[in-house]
Every structure is written in structure tokens, then in C-alpha cells.
């Protein structure tokens, strides 16, 4: 079991014939069914959680589905949770979790071997705050800094880089938005993986402050099959 306050659990297995859905950052993953082939089916990955810090809203860090045994041998596998899960598959590679929300990858059956579980998907950061008098530049490229209709600055990390507050002020106030990579599905009937950890201010939390001068940001990679 893991901490709790620490994420969602992960569905139950049916002995070695499917795999439950591992655990979402909104809910649970479901559980796997049936006693044997092929009434044998694979759990869905829990539900992610849905967040407007970027504008908009997106759901992130669903689990990943779990599989049944093999194509022909056993019901549908696991469909992949709300949030960027990857779904399972029965036979051939699962899906792997989508890039940048955190979601689980999915669980493979065993047939045809060897047979990849789905990598999980990479993770995001986001900031928001008001900073008039601040300019904030983000680097790499791939990150962006853009300025909401209400003149909050909102700065997106796709990949690990650094966030420059270039101010007359000490530190500058952001929400947060702060999701993990997710973790590879199983392989050979096997459960989904969970979702990364996911944790953010938005809306109404307490915010952190960055420093003027430069500030390193650290995107968490996907967690691939093993």
C-alpha cells in the first residue's frame, strides 16, 4: 500500500489472467474481473484531475489500464484513466501515457512475447502570477511564457530548464501546477501504471516564491516498463 495523502490505489489483479488499473490522481484504479479465460478482463486506470491554471481546463495524471491475457483469450483489456492514461492491450505494446500530463502507461498481456508494457508519460510544470514590472523569461525554447486576459504571466515546462525573473523586487508570488511522470504499465497480464504525483496551489492555495535571477525547473521523466 502506499502513503496515504500520496495518490490513489491501484485496482486488484485476477490471479494471472488480468491486470487492474493503476491509480489516477482523482481516483482509484478499477479492478480487474472474471475468474479465468476467457471471461478474464483488465481494470481501467483511475481518473486524473482536471486543472485551469493554463487557461483552460486539462486533466492530468490518470492511470493507466491494466490488460487481459492475450488477444482471443479473454475479454477487452483496460481502457486507460481520464488524464492522459495509456490503455492496456491483450496482445503487442500497450499505449504509453500521454507526454506532459503524467499519466500511467499501459499493461500488456503475453502474447506475442516479448510484450512492452506502455512508458509512462513525462510530467509538466506550470506557474501563474501577476507580475507587473517583472519580465520572465523561460528557457529552453520548448518552455513558453504567455500572458492570461487577465494579466497574470503563465509559464509552461514541457522539459527541465529554468524560469529568469528579471526584477526590482526580491521574490515574485506563482500558483503552481507541479505533475509527476507516470509509471510503465506491466507486462504479461499485467496492471496499468500509476499516475505521477500531482500537486498544485490552483485556484486558492498557498503559492511559493522565486527569486530574482534565475530559477531551475525540474520536469519528471517517464517511468518506462520493466
Request: glycine content about 32%; proline content about 5%.
Amino acid at each position: 500500500a502506499g502513503t496515504p495523502g500520496q495518490g490513489n490505489a491501484g485496482g486488484n489483479n485476477v490471479a494471472t489472467w488480468a491486470g487492474g488499473g493503476g491509480g489516477g490522481a482523482g481516483g482509484v484504479g478499477g479492478n480487474a474481473s472474471g475468474s479465468s479465460q476467457p471471461s478474464n478482463v483488465g481494470g481501467n486506470g483511475g481518473p486524473g484531475s482536471t486543472n485551469s491554471i493554463s487557461g483552460s481546463p486539462v486533466t492530468y495524471a490518470g492511470g493507466g489500464g491494466g490488460s487481459n491475457f492475450r488477444i482471443g483469450c479473454g475479454g477487452p483489456s483496460g481502457s486507460g484513466g481520464p488524464g492522459g492514461g495509456g490503455a492496456g492491450a491483450g496482445g503487442g505494446t500497450a499505449t504509453s501515457g500521454t507526454v506532459n500530463t503524467g499519466g500511467g502507461g499501459g499493461g500488456s498481456g503475453n502474447s506475442p512475447r516479448p510484450v512492452a508494457g506502455g512508458a509512462g508519460g513525462s510530467g509538466i510544470v506550470i506557474l501563474r502570477g501577476r507580475s507587473a514590472g517583472v519580465i520572465l523569461t523561460a528557457s529552453p525554447a520548448t518552455n513558453t511564457v504567455t500572458t492570461a486576459p487577465c494579466g497574470q504571466d503563465i509559464a509552461t515546462f514541457t522539459v527541465s530548464g529554468s524560469l529568469t525573473a528579471a526584477s526590482y523586487a526580491n521574490a515574485v508570488s506563482f500558483d503552481y501546477l507541479v505533475v509527476a511522470g507516470g509509471g510503465g504499465g506491466g507486462t504479461c497480464a499485467a496492471g496499468g501504471g500509476g499516475a505521477g504525483g500531482y500537486r498544485t496551489s490552483f485556484p486558492g492555495g498557498t503559492k511559493i516564491k522565486l527569486t530574482s535571477g534565475s530559477n531551475s525547473i525540474t520536469v519528471g521523466f517517464y517511468r518506462d516498463w520493466e
